[in-house]
């Protein structure tokens, strides 16, 4: 079992910044594709970034790109999703994913989440 905790989240004006963190304590991400989803009530969970357990490759939403960045710690075994111009439509709860098959784009491709965190735009 992976434990993933995911921290950073909270309430920015549109426009600023964000940086959110996924740890795995005791377990390394050089093992584990990993994902960033979003969920927004009433909404479906929906991909946002993912980077390969080699973190030689990151895949983006295309909602997303150019915005977001996610990246990877492996001595502090932390995956971060860096969130720049941020705007209302971004608001969700973000969750961190793993998996040690391969990267992917789909919730289901996900064995190992986290339970989240609430990132909040105001306009």
């Known amino acids: 079992q992976v434990q993933l905790a995911e921290s950073g989240g909270g309430l920015v004006q549109a426009g600023g910044s964000l940086r959110l963190s996924c740890a795995a304590p005791g377990r390394t991400f050089g093992s584990y594709a990993t994902g960033w989803f979003r969920q927004a009530p009433g909404n479906e969970r929906e991909f946002v970034a993912a980077?390969?357990?080699?973190?030689?490759?990151?895949y983006y939403a295309t909602s997303v790109k150019g915005r977001f960045t996610i990246s990877r710690d492996i001595a502090k075994n932390t995956v971060y999703l860096q969130m720049n111009s941020l705007k209302p439509e971004d608001t969700a709860v973000y969750y961190c994913?793993?998996?040690?098959?391969?990267?992917?784009?789909?919730?289901?491709?996900?064995?190992?989440w986290g339970q989240g965190t609430q990132v909040t735009v105001s306009s």
């Open positions: 994913a793993a998996d040690p098959r391969y990267v992917g784009t789909l919730k289901e491709e996900y064995t190992y």
């Open positions: 980077i390969t357990r080699s973190g030689g490759s990151t």
